[in-house]
């Protein structure tokens, strides 16, 4: 962070609340079964899709043509590693302990879940990570990520 952001924050007694990521989807019954059935999460008749700290709204697009997952960002030389960015659009970045995303992954296997990309592992700087990639009925790409500090 540089100076400014550091002395803002430091003046700021302002408390933001968890952010609650919103979905269009083609079809909400089908997105509503797929992340209480697949994902796990409680969901409810608002579209609310929860579990553990991860919260979705789910809402019915107007047109098919409405729903549009992320697309891949631009590479970035200037990350502070040797990493320039992902080769995957991503939706959601969920952190997840090291041996759980291998069980995770499993769990949602299944449960008939869709595993884009399977588990793999990597490493940039000090840091070693897994991430493993599930896409819902509309092609979001939900990635699962673990990072650990190399011995």
């Not at 960002?73 to 090291?98: C, M, Q, V």
């Amino acid at each position: 962070m540089n100076e400014e952001v550091i002395e803002k924050k430091e003046k700021s007694r302002i408390i933001l609340g968890k952010p609650i990521q919103v979905r269009l989807v083609s079809d909400l019954q089908k997105s509503q079964s797929y992340y209480r059935d697949c994902l796990g999460c409680s969901v409810d008749d608002w579209g609310h899709a929860e579990r553990d700290e991860v919260s979705f709204i789910l809402q019915q697009a107007v047109s098919s043509e409405d729903v549009k997952p992320n697309v891949v960002s631009a590479k970035r030389p200037n990350y502070p590693t040797e990493w320039i960015g992902p080769d995957y659009g991503w939706d959601t970045f969920l952190h997840i302990g090291w041996e759980e995303l291998d069980q995770f992954v499993e769990e949602v296997r299944v449960n008939g879940g869709n595993i884009g990309i399977e588990p793999f592992t990597g490493a940039h700087g000090d840091w070693e990570f897994k991430n493993a990639h599930i896409l819902d009925p509309d092609g979001y790409n939900i990635v699962l990520g673990a990072m650990r500090k190399i011995k």
